[in-house]
């Protein structure tokens, strides 16, 4: 009998699986079709490009959407091969051959566990690493022949020590570091006071100086132009790189020292770290999915009421990835602890996914 459980077993893995790889394939294929449908014309249009730069992109975007959609894919891959045992009344032969829920829903769990584990590994050895070179190729209009990437930030936006900081670009030079399109409000008791517009601005001697000035008082409505005016203020350079650091685009043991150099520094800490902890909490995601999604596949079949568990299975999993953005929406806005904002939704889900079997399984 235990052999005969163990033959049902590695069946409804394998089912599971090659259903997960199927449906990940055909999301990596229709999706990333479409995004070359809206983004073709910005590839080919730099001079040179061709074949070789649309081949680049494939290869720099493809990791991003397989790290996105592989728990989406597992969510799938469970109602689907639930669903269809059910419909085939193979999962009433197994529960007539004493299996439990728990021991049908084992494989699917074991599979979830290798996916979950491959998706972390594969996510911070390769998506990360081509997401931050596709960001500097699109922050270059996709040039052919660019450069190798340099320590550079754009489109910086922050707000430290009672100023609203803008800059089209910060780059190191050596020693030195350049902003490019520098704006700075001077902002105190919710109230406007100044602004400074300078062209561009150099860190060095342990001083900011702005060049190509342009100052507002808002006080004595005053406005004077200057060629060059130093800029007090305590933010560093090393600072400023980690305030704009993109979590999404660095290794997990760079974040984490960027994290501790603002927390010395006082600064915000609540994005990056609510950023640090989804990395764990994303793959996770998938383990959820054959709890999710186990209501497709028990129940009384003569009901026939397939379709509608089907559609509640995927409803839920539908909910915990709502609930999972927002979630981590509230806590890079400091609303929750980064903790919660990244592993709530997991909990709540698992709780509610476990209930479903002890319900189902008495």
Known sequence: MNYARNILTNYVGRMFFVRFIGLLIFFVIILQMLDLLNRSSDILSPEGAGMPSVLRYISLRTPQIISQFTPFAALLGVVLTLAGLSHTSEITVMRAAGMSVNRVLFPLGFVCGLITLTHFIFHETVTVRTSELLDYWEVNDYAVDLPPESDTRTDIRINYDGEFIAAESAARYGDAVVLTGVTIDDVSDGLLNGAIEARSARFEDGAWRLYGVRNLSAVDQTVFQAD?????????????????????????????????QLNNDRADTRAPMTALLSRFSKPMATLVMPLLGAIAGFGVHRQGVLLARAVTGAALGFAYFVAENLALAFGSLGVVPAIIGAFFPLAIFMVVGFSIILAMEN
């Open 228 to 260: 060059e005016v130093i800029w007090t203020n305590s933010l560093n350079p090393e600072l400023l790189f980690a305030m704009t650091l993109e979590p999404e685009q660095t290794s997990l043991v760079e974040l984490s020292a960027k994290i501790d």
